[in-house]
């Protein structure tokens, strides 16, 4: 039968980034952080989640769907898929809405006194899987007449006056798929629907300091130019870039993966598991890439199963590390990867790793990283091989 012997799967990665935005704030500045007393750029946990999770979609051809507009995609597929007429269909999406222990919101009222603009939304956000905007329309469909015969909706509507019942929606909004027993998703006002994510995602942070660089540009006048007869740009701007080699930490509990799949087959959790990890190493956020394409893959992936607790190796890099003789960041940062691994292990006394490896660039050192795969398909299959083994129950 098969048992998982690693509780978890992690993943530290160093992966320089070139000239580039891929993180911003609410002022469209880089994002940094304060560690070591330096100033680091900095990527935020929830800007690389988003990226792996649309690289799984893609790899998975399943996808998750996060939205407060769902009266709308209720509405489009009973137009587009039923033939509905647009009044009936928005009528049953709202209905469906108020229905729901997430509840309805109307769209509020301009202070001119004028109609209100927009459609209704959920009063929260509501994560479920891509399909279940078809079970809800194909559900609303069962109640069509009870639809065309029911009054309006009002802002003051309660589930009581929805002609769909609750238990129905709700259990539709409760389903999950691969995507969302990954990463979780929290939904208080439905009752069982809440999804304790098993990937955990650090901020990803630069090894040394770093200078956030003011790129100034114009856009020319391509008629100006052309006639000759004016001067000077059509448009000047400016944006913050920065670049430097970032270390990233991804923990994935296998355990809580394969409980939100339902405990039975461990075949699903590989392949899950597989997928979430190619995530990991190949996605990239995408702010600016037309004007930066930093496509970079890592420098170095090194991935450790343990069957106690996570352990981070970001303490590796309060110091700062500096320029080599040679220059660059990269091979430092490996070094100091690689005598923090060396010195953690020798502090825990070797305890609660059950396998370490990795795959470089680099020929430095990297003795103390576990075994070398020359592919990460191959890191993959080794760390999951080792992680979900094959014994008698």
């Known amino acids: 039968m098969s048992t998982i012997t690693g509780s978890f799967l992690e993943l530290h990665i160093l992966q320089p980034i070139p000239f580039s935005t891929l993180n911003r704030d609410d002022t469209n500045s880089v994002k940094t952080v304060e560690w070591g007393g330096k100033t680091r750029t900095r990527v935020s946990s929830q800007s690389w989640k988003r990226a792996m999770r649309l690289h799984l979609q893609k790899e998975l051809g399943e996808s998750a769907l996060r939205t407060r507009r769902l009266v709308e995609c209720v509405s489009d597929r009973l137009r587009e898929g039923y033939g509905w007429d647009p009044e009936l269909a928005v009528k049953a999406g709202r209905h469906i809405a108020v229905a729901s222990s997430v509840g309805a919101e109307p769209p509020k009222a301009p202070k001119d006194g004028s109609a209100p603009k927009g459609e209704w939304s959920t009063a929260a956000m509501v994560y479920v899987p891509d399909s279940a905007i078809g079970e809800l329309a194909e559900l609303a469909a069962k109640y069509e007449a009870e639809l ?61 300091e770093t200078n956030v660089e003011i790129d100034y540009f114009s856009a020319v006048d391509d008629v100006n130019d052309a006639w000759g007869d004016n001067t000077g740009s059509a448009h000047m701007g400016h944006a913050e870039h920065s670049a430097g080699v970032l270390y990233r930490y991804i923990a994935l509990d296998l355990r809580e993966l394969h409980s939100n799949l339902g405990g039975q087959d461990v075949a699903d959790t590989r392949t899950l598991a597989a997928a979430l990890v190619r995530a990991a190493l190949l996605s990239l956020p995408q702010a600016k890439k037309r004007s930066t394409a930093p496509h970079t893959i890592p420098h170095l992936a090194h991935v450790a199963v343990r069957k106690d607790r996570p352990l981070s190796y970001a303490a590796a890099f309060e110091q700062p590390v500096a320029i080599d003789h040679f220059g660059g960041h990269a091979e430092p940062s490996v070094a100091a990867l690689n ?32 075994a070398a795969a020359d592919s990460f398909d191959t890191l993959i299959e080794e760390a999951l091989e080792a992680a979900l083994s094959e014994a008698s129950a």
């Open 339 to 370: 005598a923090y691994a060396d010195a953690a292990q020798r502090l825990l006394g070797g305890k609660g790793l059950v396998h370490a490896a990795h795959a470089t660039f680099s020929k430095a050192d990297t003795s103390s990283l576990g």
């Open 148 to 208: 065309a015969a029911a009054k309006d909706l009002t802002e003051k509507s309660q589930r009581k006056d929805s002609v769909i019942p609750t238990a129905d929606v709700d259990g539709i909004l409760r389903s999950r798929n691969g995507i969302i027993s990954l990463f979780g998703r929290m939904l208080a006002q439905v009752d069982d629907a809440k999804v304790d994510g098993a990937v955990q995602v650090a901020h990803a942070f630069t090894t040394h």
